[in-house]
């Protein structure tokens, strides 16, 4: 069975994922690095840098799981580049000539441009669909693979509000950013539908997890 | 010294201390008992309604906490009583003749009435006051112990925005209520002033604390 898994999106306590003035300097605007400091540390982000050391624990043990099994990502516009970046066409998004997905990574734009072929498997391409259709389409390139629902929390939004997500691992950060894009609005008794899981880990943030009932 | 400290208010995922629909018959709205189902399971609540059992973890170990070196309680309109509660010259609170403060207790509301003096040590007085004005007459009266600032969610947003919050104890509960009043709003940076930790309790909740730098 082919999952739709939402993996390690953080959010400040007051349930912001991105902060505002986001721009081709601020990724995430005002929050800055702090949503993911705690990723920096962790042995997994070290390995990905090329450099030693990090920690083996929790926070270590939920980003290993970001690659094996995963077959595709589908990724919100706001993701893949800076708000603008329909109008740069040489934009390949933010991660160079080697992305780390190695997987074919769907787009959702309502200007779709010609897919692109990157070093290393990862291969963008741009869809103007619906979650329902982007969810197929990225399960047809996945071959029996799960699909990552790469974010960021608007898209992740629509997609519980459509009901398609049967996994999802998120990370409460201890700060408070006042402004922003949030990821909960809208999603009223999303509880009833998922087996919810809360881990706090030595670093200060939590792991909250979201199962699909009967999965 | 004489502290402020919040203890254990309840909030939902999508960061609600309270729902939509407060009446009489719905203290906390659509929310229900929801928010609060965690509480109900301590041996400390079961003792308090005269019930035997109940878990001996983490979540009772917060709970414990709840009397001991406080002298006085502030707490909010919206805490003492239903919506229009001021028109109703009998309403002495929730909480039957004997309420569970057994100090005196500080309700802010700019219609202010004469005291009462209730069962087990309770008096409830009726100030229209600033929050730093409220916590000045709340220090007075609790004797050189602390000073719970008891919610609701507007007063105690009302209070940390002031800076007037030594400690704080947040429970975090798997739901997403959707609507409702927020604890977070306009408190962006608040964890700069303080070390806040998180831990996960087995029923599902997390405890998150807020203790202010230097304390």
Redesign the interface.
Known sequence: MSLARVQHISIS???FATGEGLSLAAPFGHAGDRLHEWMFETCWWRQMIGQPGGTRGVDDAFLRQFAPGIGAEIMGAGKFGYPGWQDDPEWKGWWGSNPPFHTPVFVLTHRPRASIEMEGGTTFHFLDASPTEALAAARAAAAGQDVRIGGGATMVRDFLAAGLIDHMHIV?V??????GV?L????????KDYA?????SPS???H?TFTRAGL
Chains 1, 2 share one sequence.
Do not use: F, K, N
């Open positions: 306590l007051d349930g409460l201890p700060i408070l950013l006042g402004r949030r909960w609005d809208g999603l009223e008794g999303l509880e919810i899981e809360a881990m706090s200060g943030v939590t909250v």
